[in-house]
């Protein structure tokens, strides 16, 4: 399983710990990744998802999944998110769920 956001495509990063003497070591930063359910209205189902509690934050911000996909990009997404987004457009509900 990767660890990345399925949602954003946010993955790891890599930085220094620097200790107070400035002694620099390598190390790795995390997404905060989580594994959520979250509800498709236009579809009637719902859909899991390993994502970042950023963009869950987001889906919540935007008034759910639908909304969330309708307005997210492509490239960004992986490719169950990308088939999700595919069906939803295909159901016809896309005008509901623009508006």
């Given at each position: 399983?990767?660890?990345?956001?399925e949602?954003?495509?946010?993955?790891?990063m890599?930085g220094?710990n620097?200790?107070?003497?400035n002694?620099r070591?390598r190390?790795?930063?995390?997404?905060?990744?989580?594994?959520?359910?979250l509800?498709?209205?236009?579809l009637?189902?719902s859909?899991?998802?390993r994502?970042?509690?950023?963009?869950?934050?987001?889906?919540?911000?935007?008034?759910?999944l639908?909304?969330?996909?309708?307005k997210?990009?492509d490239a960004d997404l992986?490719?169950?998110?990308?088939k999700?987004?595919?069906?939803?457009?295909?159901s016809?509900?896309?005008a509901?769920?623009?508006?």
């Amino acid at each position: 399983m990767s660890r990345r956001c399925e949602l954003t495509g946010k993955g790891p990063m890599t930085g220094n710990n620097v200790s107070h003497a400035n002694n620099r070591t390598r190390r790795r930063f995390l997404p905060n990744l989580n594994d959520v359910t979250l509800q498709s209205e236009a579809l009637g189902r719902s859909f899991k998802f390993r994502i970042s509690a950023s963009a869950l934050r987001s889906v919540d911000h935007r008034g759910g999944l639908d909304k969330y996909l309708a307005k997210a990009k492509d490239a960004d997404l992986s490719a169950n998110a990308l088939k999700v987004k595919k069906a939803i457009e295909k159901s016809g509900s896309e005008a509901e769920v623009l508006s």
